[in-house]
């Protein structure tokens, strides 16, 4: 396993995380997307720690707080060979102190959180929203004390704007209070907006990008082709309204580039997605998810080779689109790029 400092942090983390999303199984989200226990839950956090897989990301919202107390249990008696990644912000009822990043409910979060984990700190700890009703000052300040009181040795972010980012970090450099040292986001091949904004922000600001969803809300599976049905079982049919919309052209444009360098490899379509990702300025992390080990034995296995040149050249082709203003001048017309060189193309 390759290990990664997160950001400008002091932080190593694993280019490979677990995600416990399929743990618990409670509502219509979760239980479609896997139903592990604890049982199965502690198989799959061996074979991770095995692997050198050793951060485990979940959140309060993640089958009302069941993901968390299964990842805890599964984790019992190796705590200390485990990171613990958690996110709160969420909706947790229907009350006023139910939702946001308000002091009193960080808190409150953090303790629930900490309870459920069986543990006495969370090594990183995320807002998984931008709450507009609270003052960045609030909400940085509230998780500057928690770093200071020993409850988190992290903090980070979850689908933020560049400017809520840009604001928060603002915040934290005036007041001397702790900065977000990682942005959990989505980005794959069919969904490359991730590229546009908030990947010069991260790399200006060095903040590591943790990404979620890497196979494009389980679109990158393999099992998804051109002029084909979506197979019986895909989640697809009761998640794709929660998930990141995909026009279907781009996906069977970037299947199909996936499909050829599969033949070419020997590697699953997976594997070669997550391996893309891998190699792209920013990222931290790629949080894995699966419904069952040979899910993640699979998953496991976009670690340790590279694709080469031509091979992501390919890949870039056939998943990107033009990006909105203000950014597309700066990808086609000379005198914008000379000024501004892009990220990506400048890290190749």
């Given at each position: 396993?390759?290990?990664?400092?997160?950001?400008?942090?002091?932080?190593?983390?694993?280019?490979?995380?677990?995600?416990?999303?399929?743990?618990?199984?409670?509502?219509?989200?979760?239980?479609?997307?896997?139903?592990?226990?604890?049982?199965?839950?502690?198989?799959?956090?061996?074979?991770?720690?095995?692997?050198?897989?050793?951060?485990?990301?979940?959140?309060?919202?993640?089958?009302?707080?069941?993901?968390?107390?299964?990842?805890?249990?599964?984790?019992?008696?190796?705590?200390?060979?485990?990171?613990?990644?958690?996110?709160?912000?969420?909706?947790?009822?229907?009350?006023?102190?139910?939702?946001?990043?308000?002091?009193?409910?960080?808190?409150?979060?953090?303790?629930?959180?900490?309870?459920?984990?069986?543990?006495?700190?969370?090594?990183?700890?995320?807002?998984?929203?931008?709450?507009?009703?609270?003052?960045?000052?609030?909400?940085?300040?509230?998780?500057?004390?928690?770093?200071?009181?020993?409850?988190?040795?992290?903090?980070?972010?979850?689908?933020?704007?560049?400017?809520?980012?840009?604001?928060?970090?603002?915040?934290?450099?005036?007041?001397?209070?702790?900065r977000y040292a990682a942005h959990q986001v989505y980005y794959s091949l069919v969904g490359r907006d991730y590229e546009w904004e908030l990947m010069p922000l991260a790399h200006d600001q060095g903040v590591g990008a943790v990404v979620w969803s890497p196979l494009g809300w389980g679109r990158l599976t393999g099992k998804i082709r051109r002029g084909q049905p979506l197979p019986e079982g895909s989640r697809l049919h009761e998640t794709a309204q929660w998930g990141p919309p995909v026009a279907d052209g781009l996906l069977y444009d970037v299947v199909d580039v996936l499909d050829g360098l599969s033949e070419e490899t020997g590697k699953t379509v997976p594997q070669i997605a997550l391996n893309w990702l891998l190699r792209r300025p920013t990222v931290a992390s790629v949080i894995i998810g699966a419904r069952n080990e040979r899910q993640l034995q699979d998953n496991l296995g976009a670690i340790g080779w590279e694709l080469t040149a031509d091979q992501v050249a390919r890949l870039d082709k056939a998943s990107a689109r033009t990006a909105p203003y203000p950014y597309y001048p700066y990808e086609i017309q000379e005198g914008f790029a000379r000024l501004n060189p892009p990220l990506v193309k400048a890290a190749r």
């Open positions: 396993m390759e290990y990664r400092r997160l950001g400008a942090s002091g932080l190593h983390v694993p280019a490979l995380s677990f995600g416990a999303g399929t743990f618990g199984g409670r509502g219509p989200l979760f239980s479609a997307w896997g139903d592990t226990d604890t049982d199965q839950a502690r198989r799959m956090v061996d074979m991770a720690i095995d692997a050198g897989v050793t951060m485990f990301d979940s959140a309060d919202v993640y089958s009302d707080g069941e993901s968390e107390r299964v990842l805890g249990q599964a984790l019992k008696g190796r705590r200390d060979k485990a990171l613990i990644s958690t996110k709160a912000a969420l909706p947790m009822g229907e009350g006023p102190q139910d939702a946001g990043t308000g002091r009193a409910r960080l808190i409150t979060s953090v303790e629930a959180a900490l309870k459920r984990l069986d543990t006495d700190y969370i090594d990183l700890f995320q807002l998984h929203a931008f709450d507009a009703g609270t003052p960045v000052e609030e909400t940085v300040s509230a998780l500057d004390g928690l770093v200071r009181a020993g409850k988190l040795r992290y903090i980070g972010v979850s689908n933020f704007a560049g400017w809520q980012l840009m604001k928060s970090l603002a915040a934290a450099d005036a007041h001397g209070w702790t």
